[in-house]
């Protein structure tokens, strides 16, 4: 299908093309990409009253890439090259930010990490399915993903 024939060319036409990608070594990119022109796109509109039509054309294109993700990428949302580990973690503390300038930030305790190096401290912002930002919950159960080139590893002696 070409630009012409698509409704919302500026993003279909990228989510096409993401579709038709199969190279292992491309598709983590493109799916940033196209999933960040999508995110971007469904912001505009959430100003706005029109497009609801384009609003749902959206949600339907993220869960396209939802879907992607999960059988292209794995569980882990990491391209399987990768050398990756997944541990459990917990939420225990959400701190307020030092300014308004600055984000919350969630303090994480990372099962199976030494004792003086368990906890690490992110931004509190995420987004959900729909593209809009959420935050995480203090005590809410996370999966902490540590992913490697294969470039940036060696074997095990």
Request: proline letters at 6%; zero cysteines.
């Amino acid at each position: 299908m070409s630009d012409a024939e698509l409704t919302f060319p500026q993003w279909q036409g990228p989510l096409q093309e993401l579709v038709l990608e199969f190279d292992p070594r491309r598709l983590p990119e493109k799916i940033q990409s196209v999933e960040t022109l999508v995110l971007e796109r469904l912001q505009q509109l959430n100003h706005g009253n029109d497009s609801h039509v384009e609003k749902i054309a959206l949600h339907d294109a993220l869960s396209v890439i939802g879907i992607i993700k999960r059988d292209r990428l794995g569980s882990s949302g990491v391209y399987s090259e990768k050398a990756a580990v997944t541990l459990s973690g917990t939420v225990e503390k959400i701190i307020p930010p030092i300014t308004p300038n600055h984000p919350e930030k969630a303090q994480i305790s990372v099962e199976g990490a030494e004792d003086l190096y368990k906890e690490i401290r992110v931004d509190n912002t995420l987004q959900d399915e729909s593209g809009n930002e959420v935050v995480l919950k203090k005590g809410a159960k996370v999966d902490v993903t540590i992913a490697a080139d294969p470039d940036a590893t060696q074997p095990k002696k």
